[in-house]
Nanobody, 127 residues
Framework: QVQLVESGGGLVQPGGSLRLSCAASGFTLDSWCIGWFRQAPGKEREGVSCITSRGSTFYSDSVKSRFTISTDSAKKTVYLQMSSLKPEDTAVYYC?????????????????????WGQGTQVTVSS
């Protein structure tokens, strides 16, 4: 059974940094993508970044050059290092896992291709 457990959210000032962690277990197949999505109040869930089992990475245009996704393959923990944070980055961040797809940007940042989710962690960027 796939399980995803997030940690690392919190309150940070504009321009600051945070690192989110997602501990993943139960992925027994290749061709997975584990990534980060976010949902602000009144808005739809949107893709932020994803990393595949082959090491390919994907980023939304809004976070490219500010966020970095990485993984510790041995522990299957996925990290999202967030820098130069802006108030518009404020949202609940969810870790999502998807399997068995030929991952391109279109699939990797689309919540419809993910069927396992963590509980979410709040990130608030405010002075």
């Amino acid at each position: 059974q796939v399980q995803l457990v997030e940690s690392g959210g919190g309150l940070v000032q504009p321009g600051g940094s945070l690192r989110l962690s997602c501990a993943a277990s139960g992925f027994t197949l290749d061709s997975w993508c584990i990534g980060w999505f976010r949902q602000a109040p009144g808005k739809e869930r949107e893709g932020v970044s994803c990393i595949t089992s082959r090491g390919s990475t994907f980023y939304s245009d809004s976070v490219k050059s500010r966020f970095t996704i990485s993984t510790d393959s041995a522990k299957k923990t996925v990290y999202l290092q967030m820098s130069s944070l802006k108030p518009e980055d404020t949202a609940v961040y969810y870790c999502g896992g998807g399997l068995g797809v030929a991952w391109t940007t279109n699939e990797a940042l689309n919540p419809a291709y993910f069927d396992s989710w963590g509980q979410g962690t709040q990130v608030t960027v405010s002075s």
